[in-house]
């Protein structure tokens, strides 16, 4: 990788970072490309040179985190539900900024609709609607269930409003699944 290659990258970065801060305390519609480029100490040249503005921003992060998730997950297909789920949540704390802003701040309605996207879709193959417990359900009315389940249990966490640690939230989430699904 040249110089040049890390400076572009160091700047994407502070630019993301300074975004997810300014959005984790203020409204996106109060955010200014300005704003942004003061907190990521970078000129307005160069956030136009990687973004067209604040909502391109945005969707490349959600995007990327996203990209993140599936790779992630499907690293994890093999194990039960209980144990991607731990390895799952290791990587929403890893990453706690973006999702507690994302899925409960300023932002968080860009972003929940990406997530129970990304989240239906990774439950289709673990969802059987001709055998089992599931036998009958509408396969629409069961992912959206579930993703929904996920989704809240997830924002529930990050505001707080489960006081567990992640391992017991995760754990349990992922018995959850494995019982039902």
């Not at 990788?1 to 502070?14: F, G, H, N, P, Y």
Request: hydrophobic share 45%.
């Amino acid at each position: 990788m040249t110089k040049v290659d890390r400076r572009i990258l160091k700047s994407q970065e502070a630019i993301k970072n300074a975004f997810i801060e300014l959005m984790s305390e203020k409204d996106f519609d109060k955010i200014t490309v300005k704003d942004i480029c003061d907190g990521a100490n970078v000129g307005n040249r160069t956030f136009y040179l990687h973004y067209l503005d604040k909502f391109d921003l945005l969707d490349k992060l959600i995007e990327e985190y996203i990209n993140e998730l599936k790779i992630l997950c499907a690293s994890v297909s093999e194990l039960s539900f209980k144990k991607a789920t731990l390895i799952w949540f290791e990587f929403l704390e890893n990453h706690y900024l973006f999702f507690s802003t994302m899925l409960t701040g300023k932002g968080a309605f860009a972003f929940h609709k990406h997530f129970l996207e990304f989240i239906i879709e990774e439950l289709k193959n673990d969802v059987d609607i001709i055998d089992g417990k599931n036998k009958g359900f509408s396969e629409t009315m069961i992912l959206t269930f579930f993703g929904s389940a996920i989704v809240g249990v997830v924002e529930t966490y990050f505001m707080k409003g489960i006081p567990d640690p992640p391992e017991v939230v995760a754990e349990q989430l992922g018995m959850l699944l494995d019982r039902n699904l």
